[in-house]
Each structure stands twice: as structure tokens, then as C-alpha cells.
């Protein structure tokens, strides 16, 4: 097993796997020309035959696009050529994706979390002659739909993590695996939440640091039902990049509201105080969604 | 103002989804470990045969603190098609937690 490491400076580097499951020192990936491979505000990457040419290829996630760098013979990569989906880049953060033959068409496809949940699905489309071999066909994305629609996040700030959760939470990372075995792929969810952990028998000073978080916090709710009024209809069908659009445009719209600013500055602020009494914990959880076999109604490949 | 996930996060809530979708799945679970569920702080799953008894292993990135988080690996005791998992030490290198930076 070799490792691979990419960080937001741009640099991947390769720990290529040894004996007795240890690695090499790092060295970077490289271009076909010799030059080091280095991809800005990177995010993510993937390795996978994305091509169908036998050899492994290199998909970059970054804040901006998504790229494909074609593996070579020697194990160096060619110049990138764009990933997208009907000529718009696919974006995301705080989230990944995982590219595999979903639908057993034989072309891959490409699933994605994104930072306000959910799961993503982007069908690959392109060739699947005898000529590959010689011809590497790369597919391209038709535009995705969602099928796990996101989440509420407001109400989990309350959730206990003792209590049972029911749904994934923000910030998904997709991950394909076959989890029991009967040839189809599932989808192997991890997440984040935050968890307002009530203690048993407080003091009077935590009950007091709760009962202002919990009024700050409801406070700002009842001021973001306006906000939330104006998300179109739509919106949890939305790709991850028109989300990430419309999550922008509502953040440059509201940091100029002095209301707003007040609200919260003191949820941060109340917030800080419970985080201190490790009160108000962050966790994740790695979910399971076990894909049903295909019925008639299942769409044809 | 410079607004934090964390406001953004709260600043949405989305409308349920009516759509239709095209593949269906049973009823999503956790993966159960002796210290409760697997996962971490922006749980970020994989999987790979480590040990290599022909079970794949799940590895699990997370993000610890601001300064990068570390690798968890729970090794398959289970059998093909009924995984199980257990806790093995996190992902070292030359014998000490590597912090992997977020990303």
C-alpha cells in the first residue's frame, strides 16, 4: 500500500509503501515534464483509472475546480484538462467525493458530499468500446441530483450524543464500498455534528452559561427565519456549488446587518464559554446506506 | 465581518427534498466499535485491506484541532460481507501521531 498526502499549500507527495507496513520518505508527484506537481487551494484528490487506460490518474478537488491528471506509463502525470459538468466546476469544501462504477455501465461515476450535507450523484457517460485500450474515452458528468437531501443544522445543536441520530450531518465524506457483500456498492457517509451536552447536576454558574447559550442561540434562529424564508424551494436538490453560491450571497448580504453582527457576536461569545466547560462538543459519525438492489423501476444504464 | 462555518452552518436550513431518486437504500446505521461508534471530527472514511487477511480495514481521517487531526484505523475481524470492526492503534509514523493538516 503506498500514501498518498495533499495539502492546502498544493504539494502531494507519495509514501510509497514498504515492508512490513512501512513507507518510503515523501517524494513528490511530477509532471510528465519533470516538473513537481503542485495544484493551489487544494482541497482533496482522488486515485483512480478514471480513464479506463489501466493506470491509475490523479483527480484534484481545489476550491476553484476539479482536474484530471492522466496517469503515465513511468508514473508521472500529464497536464491536467478540466472536470465538469455541463461546462460549470464542481465544487465543494469542508467535504469529499469517491468516483467508481456506481451503476455497472462500465464508465465511472462520481459521488460528492458537500459542507451542508447530503450525497451527491453525478453519472459518468462517455464510450465503453473494445477501442479504450487505445483510445481512453473520459467520460463526462451529466448534472447531479440529490438523493439524501441536507440537513437541518440548527436543531442538532440540542442533540445529545447519547441520543440516537437518525440522519447524516454537515460536512459529508463519500466513501464506496460494498459494505455486505451482494455486489452492489454502498454509501459510506462520514459526517460532523455539534452536541450540546447537558450535564447531570450543574452548578448554578454552568446553569447560567447554559441558559444564556441557549437564549443567544434562539434568539439568532428567530432572527435567521428571515434568511431562511428567502432559500428557494429547491434548494436541497441543488448541486454543492449553487448551494455554495446562494450560502455565499446570504453571508455578503447579512455582514452588513448590525443586527445580525450583535446576534452573533454573542452566540460566538456564549459559545466560547460552554466549549470551555467542554459542554458543547464537535463530533462525526461514519454512516452506512446499504444500496437496495435494482427493481424494474430502477433507471437503465 | 468575516463570518465563520460555524455561523454558516447555523445561517441555513434547508427545505426537504421531494425529488425522487432514482436508487434506494435501507435505512442508514452507524458502525458499531467497543467505544461506541466509529468517527471522529469531520469523519472521513475509508477502506483497505492493512493487514492483509483479505478483509479490508477502515481507516478514518478527522480533523482533531485546528492544527490537522490523525488517522484512525479499525482492523475487519468480521467475515466477507458481515464486517466488524476493532480499534487498533492510530496511524503512526516512525513511531509517533503524525497531524495531518484539514483541508
Not at chain 1, 35 to 42: A, E, G, I, R, S
Not at chain 1, 153 to 158: A, H, I, M
Not at chain 1, 160 to 186: A, C, F, M, R, Y
Request: aromatic letters at 10%; one cysteine or more; a negative charge.
Amino acid at each position: 500500500m503506498d500514501l498518498l498526502h495533499s495539502g492546502y499549500n498544493g504539494s502531494i507527495l507519495l509514501f510509497r509503501g514498504a515492508a512490513d507496513r512501512r513507507f518510503d520518505a515523501a517524494s513528490p508527484l511530477r509532471l510528465k515534464t519533470g516538473k513537481q506537481l503542485f495544484v493551489d487551494k487544494l482541497k482533496f484528490v482522488l486515485v483512480r483509472d478514471w480513464n479506463g487506460d489501466g493506470r491509475l490518474d490523479l483527480i484534484t478537488f481545489t476550491e476553484r475546480n476539479t482536474r484530471l491528471y492522466p496517469g503515465t506509463e513511468d508514473g508521472t502525470f500529464e497536464e491536467p484538462t478540466p472536470i465538469q459538468v455541463d461546462g460549470k466546476e464542481i465544487l465543494f469544501r469542508y467535504a469529499t467525493a469517491d468516483i467508481a462504477d456506481w451503476d455497472g455501465d462500465g464508465i465511472p461515476d462520481l459521488w460528492t458530499g458537500s459542507e451542508d450535507g447530503g450525497a451527491f450523484f453525478f453519472k459518468g457517460t462517455g464510450e465503453t468500446s473494445g477501442e479504450r485500450a487505445f483510445h481512453a474515452p473520459v467520460p463526462h458528468l451529466t448534472p447531479p441530483f440529490s438523493l439524501i437531501p441536507p440537513v437541518a443544522y440548527v436543531p442538532r445543536l440540542s442533540d445529545l450524543p447519547s441520543v440516537s441520530p437518525s440522519i447524516t450531518g454537515e460536512s459529508t465524506h463519500i466513501t464506496l464500498w460494498d459494505w455486505n457483500g451482494d455486489g452492489l456498492l454502498d454509501l459510506v457517509i462520514g459526517d460532523m455534528r455539534a452536541a450540546l451536552v447537558q450535564p447531570e447536576d450543574p452548578t448554578p454558574e454552568l446553569s447560567e452559561k447554559i441558559d444564556a447559550f441557549l437564549g443567544a442561540q434562539n434568539a439568532f434562529q428567530a432572527f435567521m427565519e428571515g434568511p431562511r424564508a428567502t432559500l428557494p424551494a429547491n434548494y436541497g436538490t441543488l448541486s454543492p456549488a449553487e448551494r455554495m453560491q446562494i450560502r455565499n450571497q446570504t453571508a455578503r448580504d447579512l455582514s452588513s446587518v448590525s443586527h445580525f453582527q450583535q446576534l452573533s457576536k454573542n452566540l460566538f461569545q456564549k459559545n466560547s464559554e460552554l466549549r470551555q466547560q467542554r459542554l458543547l462538543k464537535r463530533h462525526g459519525l461514519v454512516w452506512i446506506y446499504l444500496q437496495k438492489p435494482p427493481t424494474e423501476d430502477s433507471p437503465k444504464s | 465581518m468575516m463570518l465563520s462555518p460555524f455561523v454558516l452552518a447555523l445561517a441555513i436550513t434547508a427545505p426537504a427534498s421531494s425529488e425522487s431518486t432514482p436508487y434506494a437504500f435501507e435505512t442508514p446505521f452507524l458502525i458499531p466499535v467497543e467505544e461506541g461508534w466509529a468517527g471522529g471530527y469531520y469523519s472521513s472514511p475509508t477502506f483497505y485491506d492493512w493487514d492483509g487477511d483479505g478483509l479490508d480495514d477502515l481507516f478514518i481521517g478527522n480533523q482533531r484541532d485546528t492544527c490537522g487531526g490523525v488517522l484512525k484505523i479499525y482492523r475487519n475481524v468480521g467475515k466477507p460481507g458481515a464486517p466488524k470492526f476493532e480499534r487498533l492503534e492510530d496511524f503512526k509514523i516512525a513511531g509517533a501521531l503524525p497531524r495531518i493538516p484539514g483541508g
